[in-house]
């Protein structure tokens, strides 16, 4: 099984051979995923917004289009959330892999990506993007390739 790394913005991975079967999505997804997190006299935020493309071919594929406004946040509070978005993008690929569903022919764009300086923590961005791959790699959104 290859490891592969999470480097920001765009980056493509050879993910198998073409003798190997694999799974991909039937169709589009785009999910929007705003995880809150209420503890005493705070609020704890991540909002993630993902694009989830089948591909003709055995890549998986990310790219960061995460719009920075420089109002609300600053470009390195929003390269850190991108990447933890990232590295969960490919852990969950990991763990798919792992229960024999390897998934292939795959690219995301991170389409929306909110981080308030303050109220935003990794644990808010590893949720928020759990939730949407749950919901992208359940059963019925994929089928069986090769």
Same mark, same amino acid.
């Given at each position: 099984?290859?490891?592969? +790394?999470?480097?920001?913005?765009?980056?493509?991975?050879?993910?198998?051979?073409? /003798?190997?079967?694999?799974? +991909?999505?039937?169709?589009?997804? =785009?999910?929007?995923?705003?995880?809150? +997190?209420?503890?005493?006299?705070?609020?704890? !935020?991540? =909002? %993630?917004?993902? #694009?989830?493309?089948?591909?003709?071919? +055995?890549? =998986?594929?990310?790219? /960061?289009?995460?719009?920075?406004?420089? #109002?609300?946040?600053?470009? /390195?509070?929003?390269?850190?959330?991108?990447?933890? %978005?990232?590295?969960?993008?490919?852990?969950?690929?990991?763990?798919?892999?792992?229960?024999?569903?390897? =998934?292939?022919?795959?690219?995301?764009?991170?389409?929306?990506?909110?981080?308030?300086? %303050?109220?935003?923590?990794? #644990? /808010? !961005?590893?949720?928020?993007?759990?939730?949407?791959?749950?919901?992208?790699?359940?059963?019925?959104?994929?089928?069986? !390739?090769?």
């Amino acid at each position: 099984m290859q490891m592969p +790394r999470c480097v920001p913005h765009q980056r493509v991975i050879v993910a198998t051979t073409p /003798d190997q079967p694999s799974w +991909r999505l039937k169709q589009t997804i =785009i999910e929007y995923e705003r995880y809150v +997190r209420q503890i005493p006299n705070v609020e704890r !935020f991540a =909002i %993630v917004g993902m #694009r989830l493309i089948p591909q003709p071919n +055995r890549l =998986i594929s990310f790219r /960061d289009l995460a719009l920075r406004d420089g #109002r609300f946040l600053a470009f /390195d509070e929003l390269r850190w959330a991108v990447h933890v %978005v990232g590295q969960i993008l490919l852990n969950v690929l990991t763990e798919q892999q792992a229960q024999g569903r390897l =998934i292939t022919g795959l690219h995301c764009d991170i389409t929306t990506c909110v981080v308030h300086p %303050v109220d935003s923590h990794e #644990r /808010d !961005f590893v949720q928020a993007t759990r939730t949407i791959l749950e919901r992208c790699f359940a059963d019925e959104q994929l089928e069986q !390739f090769g």
